[in-house]
């Protein structure tokens, strides 16, 4: 059982009747209290013994107080939600100027004036300024609003927590201390305090003003072996620590580990990963039931991020009618909401949502689709359209509404959502569930102080106070506690290994305050303000630490932001510990390695492709690119629907920039047919014409970027309009030409397989000869024309169905770069457009039809080849394999192989 670090029993046997011990915080307190427990005949009543931490006592003295009814007290305690609601309102009252960080500067005002009142620097902050007119004398700085903004926010919310009533908790322990010495709270006969080593000003009073003695208990001093670690980085540091933690547990079961790790509360889940991983291997396993960890957590984590505050947060997002593609997928596939149960609706409602390429996903486009998608599945009685109709239904009617309305209101929406779902909660999902009740009241207790809130305003207080919502798992104490440093204070341990105690974090860099003063804070040694001040905290705190255990490991990493360091030289030049090579999960892989080897068989055929498969490829002519590109890749994804779609960007894809060109140039090309129009119009007759076909291609585009402002549209007829001047001028360097067809859907069959395509552009030339043309909006190469394996077929392919087409190129559209690239064999030569036999040197085709022989024998080969399921991983460019598709491939582990 982990024991405090001093003689508890002892304490408790010398304290007179009415005395009291103090600790810093409540583990400790608790700690003592199991000591004396333990110690009691079993089966017999007791009561229990006289320690309290510092909080929980201040809290037993201001309720004895409002019990007696005394005037002052007679006044409510803001919690942290409602003063930094307050100090919003001080902030917009008393700065003009618009800040970036509200969030910061309300949360630096808050702590700034606790530590004027904790340092007893201000009694009152209905009269801040009289007070602080001395301070500002004695070091000789100015009182100007710009100089000092905190006095103007500290006028404004004083003259707010006056209007409500209502104090900071600061206030309440200025009060207390106002109470003791006016005699209205009893003094105690001896207050003996113990494991601090820090405390306030105004707090010391108190203690003094509540007793006639008061003891501080120092710790035991024990002797203890102390070893260094020096570890690579801080990953390695927690494994040695975790593998550490493993050793003395199976060396000394029953003695108490601790694990004392600096800055926890920045690195606690990486923490926690770790030391599952070297302890709990198993729980890696996605089959094992959820379980509590074999250790303890000091510190707690954000509701959150806990997975039912974080699921019950992203439910009542759905009221605000417009989400983030990536927010509104772990929405979809939540476990904590019946709508989950629809997996296949959810899996296609996602996939569609995917294909339309929006960063954001309005209502009306959700529920559509959720509507269209159930239908075309022929589900019974689907339940996810259902409940996101009833959502959008409440968002609209629900208006501005006082906090408390609102947390009733978004307590139905999760009932109503069926959340937290219909599977049993387990022991930790059940404290989380208590803990969000504990929110929501929270949330409602912000009535009298936020007035009528929007939606919006109430779903962001809430976000606000989940993630300011500590949460700490209530389980039953093991052998082995990872703590903080400070919550370390004052505990005993059988063995200690001290994590993160490198130059650069030990002692901990200073921190002031931004809002108050420098010279105030160095000259009363307030916290974290100075070097000299983080040093003597950190020395009284090693030395506790030290003091903690007999044997004790302490660690660093030589690495630390690309810099190298060494142990904090308040540890001294201790011995090297030991380096522990492994653990149970990395034995177990060395295991797995060292088996017999698996008999490997290359089978890179995937069954053939069935008739009716064969009717109608999807995909077109990209799936001869593919297979040409890389064969398993190509039946991954045409056969196997695996790859992702495009990520969404902030405004249009290029993807969806190169479709708005294409619709651009048939729209024009539609109402202008050949050559001979083109030159007839004058200058203001093709700028219409091009406003037109503008006009026209981007209106469906704008529908569906319906939240792009107007200014972006105009932005981006602006680009299409000198595009198309560069294009035109392109185009009028050719000879004579009329535009047979444009968009022309074709029906083409290969080697058995059936695919639909669509060209671009077909011209037909005086000569009578055809033109076949393609859209780049890149920097095509007609080289990929030329190699055994066609990288680019979809103009060699147009080139087979059409037998007078003796020519095809791209268009490159792009701006400042406006050219042909093609190949063949045309009367009168366009530029831009080579001779079979110029393409480059050496070619093994000396005219046009020996290239086409060539087009149509490859392409009937990669088409076989599909068509038969051919699927080597096998590419001649690393591009060519696509990362995509490495979790299937297993491109990673096959090269490693080769290597």
Not at 406 to 432: F, I, M, V
Not at 622 to 641: D, F, M
Request: overall charge neutral.
């Amino acid at each position: 059982m982990l024991k405090p670090a001093f003689p508890a029993l002892e304490i408790f046997a010398q304290l007179p009747p009415g005395g009291l011990l103090l600790t810093p915080n409540n583990r400790l307190r608790n700690r003592c209290q199991q000591v004396y427990a333990v110690q009691q005949p079993p089966g017999s009543c007791w009561l229990p013994p006289p320690v309290e931490s510092l909080q929980s006592w201040l809290d037993k003295l201001w309720f004895e107080l409002q019990q007696c009814h005394w005037r002052p007290a007679l006044k409510r305690v803001l919690n942290r939600e409602q003063r930094q609601l307050l100090w919003h309102r001080a902030l917009d009252q008393s700065l003009k100027r618009q800040l970036l960080n509200r969030q910061q500067l309300c949360r630096d005002a808050d702590r700034a004036v606790s530590q004027l009142i904790q340092w007893q620097l201000v009694t009152d902050i209905q009269t801040f300024d009289k007070a602080i007119t001395p301070l500002m004398e004695q070091f000789a700085l100015s009182l100007q609003e710009e100089e000092l903004p905190l006095c103007t926010m500290i006028r404004a919310f004083a003259e707010t927590l006056h209007t409500y009533a209502a104090i900071t908790p600061d206030q309440r322990d200025q009060l207390i201390l106002r109470a003791l010495r006016e005699g209205v709270l009893k003094p105690l006969p001896q207050i003996t305090m113990a494991g601090f080593t820090q405390i306030s000003p105004l707090a010391g009073e108190i203690i003094r003003a509540a007793t006639h003695k008061v003891y501080k208990t120092a710790a035991v001093r024990q002797s203890s072996q102390l070893r260094a670690a020096a570890c690579a980085d801080r990953e390695e540091e927690l494994c040695q620590a975790a593998r550490w933690a493993a050793q003395m547990l199976a060396q000394h079961p029953g003695d108490s580990i601790g694990i004392v790790v600096n800055n926890l509360g920045q690195c606690r889940a990486r923490v926690e990963t770790v030391f599952s991983q070297v302890l709990e291997p198993q729980c890696l396993d996605p089959q094992q039931p959820h379980y509590t960890l074999p250790f303890n957590f000091s510190a707690g984590v954000p509701l959150a991020q806990t997975p039912v505050g974080s699921a019950a947060l992203q439910l009542l997002d759905l009221l605000r009618d417009e989400w983030d593609c990536d927010a509104l997928r772990n929405t979809l596939f939540c476990p904590f909401w019946s709508g989950s149960g629809e997996t296949w609706l959810c899996s296609a409602l996602y996939r569609r949502l995917q294909k339309l390429q929006l960063r954001r996903i309005d209502g009306a486009t959700l529920r559509y689709w959720a509507e269209h998608i159930a239908e075309t599945l022929h589900l019974q009685s689907p339940r996810l359209p259902g409940q996101l109709a009833l959502v959008a239904e409440r968002s609209r009617r629900w208006q501005h509404a006082p906090a408390e309305i609102w947390a009733k209101r978004l307590s139905s929406t999760l009932a109503d959502l069926g959340w937290p779902g219909t599977r049993t909660p387990n022991s930790q999902e059940y404290q989380q569930l208590i803990l969000w009740e504990t929110t929501l009241e929270n949330l409602a207790a912000l009535n009298a102080y936020a007035g009528d809130l929007t939606l919006a305003q109430a779903l962001q207080l809430l976000h606000q106070i989940a993630k300011r919502t500590p949460f700490q798992a209530e389980t039953r104490d093991g052998p082995l506690q990872i703590l903080g440093v400070l919550e370390a204070g004052g505990l005993a341990f059988d063995h200690l290994r001290l994590v993160g105690f490198g130059q650069q974090q030990w002692p901990p860099t200073p921190a002031p305050n931004p809002l108050l003063p420098i010279q105030w804070q160095k000259h009363w040694k307030m916290p974290r303000s100075s070097v000299e001040r983080e040093l003597t905290l950190a020395q009284g705190i090693t030395t506790d630490l030290l003091n903690a255990s007999g044997d004790i490991v302490v660690s660093y990493a030589c690495e630390e932001d690309g810099a190298q360091q060494g142990l904090s030289s308040l540890f001294g030049h201790p011995e090297p510990a030991e380096y522990f090579a492994g653990d149970a999960l990395q034995c177990h892989f060395k295991t797995l390695a060292k088996a017999v080897p698996l008999e490997k068989i290359d089978d890179a055929w995937l069954p053939p492709l069935a008739p009716k498969d064969c009717q109608q490829v999807r995909g077109g002519a990209s799936v001869l690119k593919a297979q040409a590109l890389c064969p398993l890749n190509a039946q991954l994804r045409y056969r196997l629907g695996a790859g992702r779609d495009s990520t969404p960007d902030i405004g249009l894809s290029p993807a969806e920039r190169g479709n708005i060109v294409h619709r651009l140039l048939a729209e024009f090309w539609q109402r202008c047919g050949t050559l001979a129009q083109l030159q007839a119009m004058d200058e203001t007759q093709r700028h219409g014409q091009i406003a037109h076909a503008i006009e026209r291609a981007l209106a469906g585009v704008r529908r569906k970027y319906h939240h792009l402002p107007g200014g972006f549209w105009a932005l981006e007829a602006q680009r299409l309009q000198r595009l198309m001047h560069q294009w035109l001028a392109t185009e009028l360097q050719r000879p004579a030409f009329s535009v047979k067809a444009i968009e022309w859907e074709q029906a083409v069959q290969i080697d058995g397989l059936h695919f639909n395509l669509r060209l671009d552009r077909l011209d037909q030339l005086p000569s009578g000869e055809r033109l076949v043309i393609d859209y780049k909006t890149g920097t095509p190469s007609i080289r990929d024309w030329l190699t055994p394996r066609i990288r680019e077929p979809q103009l060699p392919l147009y080139a087979l169905i059409q037998p007078r087409a003796r020519a095809i190129t791209f268009g490159q559209v792009r701006s400042g770069d406006c050219q042909w690239h093609g190949c063949g064999a045309l009367e009168q030569p366009i530029a831009g457009i080579k001779a079979v036999a110029d393409i480059e040197k050496n070619t093994a085709f000396g005219n046009w039809n020996s290239l086409v022989a060539h087009w149509r024998e490859n392409l009937k080969t990669l088409a076989g080849e599909y068509r038969s399921g051919a699927a080597a991983l096998t590419f001649d460019r690393p591009a060519d394999n696509a990362t995509e598709f490495w979790p299937l491939n297993r491109w990673p582990e096959r090269a490693q192989r080769y290597e």
